[in-house]
């Protein structure tokens, strides 16, 4: 069974950079759709960005040109580099992987951009 963790969060200034982290466990990263997402208290969950076992990557239009998914293979890792971080990014995200039956999702990390 696949596990997910992620972490990289953290306390950020308007403008900053975090990188964010998801280590897939117990399978291979490659065979599947990674995506993250991330959700403010109150508030829904929402798409962030995704990576498919394809390598074809997409991101919501508020983080494009700011936010980028990579996958690092030998690593089993999934990586969101977030720059020119802004108030409205604070949230907990998440990191979901999708393959065939299997919908899987990580802890969650909290990233929080507050000057």
């Known amino acids: 069974q696949v596990q997910l963790v992620e972490s990289g969060g953290g306390l950020v200034q308007p403008g900053g950079s975090l990188r964010l982290s998801c280590v897939v466990s117990g399978s291979i990263v490659s065979i599947y759709d990674i995506s993250w997402y991330h959700q403010a208290p109150g508030k829904q969950r929402e798409f962030v960005a995704t990576?498919?076992?394809?390598?074809?990557?997409d991101y919501t239009d508020s983080v494009k040109g700011r936010f980028t998914i990579s996958r690092d293979n030998a690593e089993n890792t999934v990586y969101l580099q977030m720059n020119n971080l802004k108030p409205e990014d604070t949230a907990v995200y998440s990191c979901?992987?999708?393959?065939?039956?299997?919908?899987?999702w990580g802890q969650g990390t909290q990233v929080t951009v507050s000057s």
């Open positions: 979901n992987a999708i393959a065939r039956a299997e919908n899987c």
């Open positions: 990576i498919t076992s394809g390598s074809r990557t």
